[in-house]
């Protein structure tokens, strides 16, 4: 895997945990470094080192004993580390630390707003993700995603990836095919959707993997 920092920037709410929840496990699968980052506008909280806590959820999925101190993280490979920033505008803040401390891959929670809502709410993770020119996974809320919070268990197998001749979808088919492997999914079906009114499916590189499906779908439009 190509991922040697995972990224996740948190606000502790229940929104963001299952965001959380993923960058933990792909960070467990790569043994990559997990860097957590929290923006307040004033003061952090006394017990902020403390929060958001791993260990009850690496205790659920049982790789860890109960009541293991976070010291014990480290047994399985994995490091932590936990950044906060004050700050009144969360995107500036969190571009400056991901120019200082770039990253392999952005695991952020996203909000799905529609009609005005949309003009009420500060966008970030879109922002964060174009403006670091980082590998980005978005996790929506109110969603379970494929990494189940109680186990831990990964259960991807379907991936839809939209593609264009620009820019070059094949690091989306790689990584793809490259997270799967890390999860452990020996049975992945990748659709591949070109859209345009004279398209042409992009000459990509397919992993040949057993029991990896790759299709192609074709739409036109006027």
């Known amino acids: 895997m190509p991922f040697k920092t995972v990224f996740h920037p948190t606000d502790f709410s229940a929104d963001s945990h299952i965001a959380l929840i993923h960058a933990l496990k792909l960070a467990l699968v790569t043994r990559a470094d997990l860097s957590m980052m929290h923006i307040d506008p004033d003061a952090a909280r006394e017990?902020?080192?403390?929060?958001?806590?791993?260990?009850?959820?690496?205790?659920?999925?049982?790789?860890?004993?109960?009541?293991?101190?976070?010291?014990?993280?480290?047994?399985?490979?994995?490091?932590?580390s936990k950044v906060r920033a004050a700050s009144n505008n969360p995107t500036e803040a969190l571009l400056h630390h991901l120019a200082d401390y770039p990253a392999d891959l952005l695991v952020m929670a996203t909000h799905q707003y529609d009609g005005f809502d949309r003009w009420h709410h500060q966008t970030v993770a879109e922002p964060v993700a174009r403006g670091s020119h980082?590998?980005?996974?978005?996790?929506?809320?109110?969603?379970?995603?494929?990494?189940?919070?109680?186990?831990?268990?990964?259960?991807?197998?379907?991936?839809?990836?939209?593609?264009?001749?620009?820019?070059?979808?094949?690091?989306?088919?790689?990584?793809?095919?490259?997270?799967?492997?890390?999860?452990?999914?020996?049975?992945?079906?990748?659709?591949?959707?070109?859209?345009?009114?004279d398209a042409i499916p992009p000459s990509l590189d397919y992993p040949m993997l057993k029991r990896f499906v790759w299709q192609t779908m074709i739409g036109h439009w006027n």
């Open 47 to 80: 017990d902020f080192e403390d929060f958001p806590r791993l260990s009850p959820i690496l205790e659920r999925w049982n790789l860890l004993p109960p009541n293991s101190p976070d010291g014990h993280i480290s047994r399985l490979g994995l490091s932590i």
């Open 134 to 197: 980082t590998p980005t996974l978005f996790v929506p809320t109110h969603v379970e995603g494929f990494v189940s919070a109680v186990t831990g268990e990964p259960k991807l197998r379907r991936v839809l990836i939209p593609v264009s001749e620009k820019p070059s979808p094949q690091t989306a088919v790689d990584i793809t095919a490259q997270m799967a492997l890390a999860l452990g999914c020996d049975k992945l079906t990748s659709i591949l959707i070109h859209i345009g009114s």
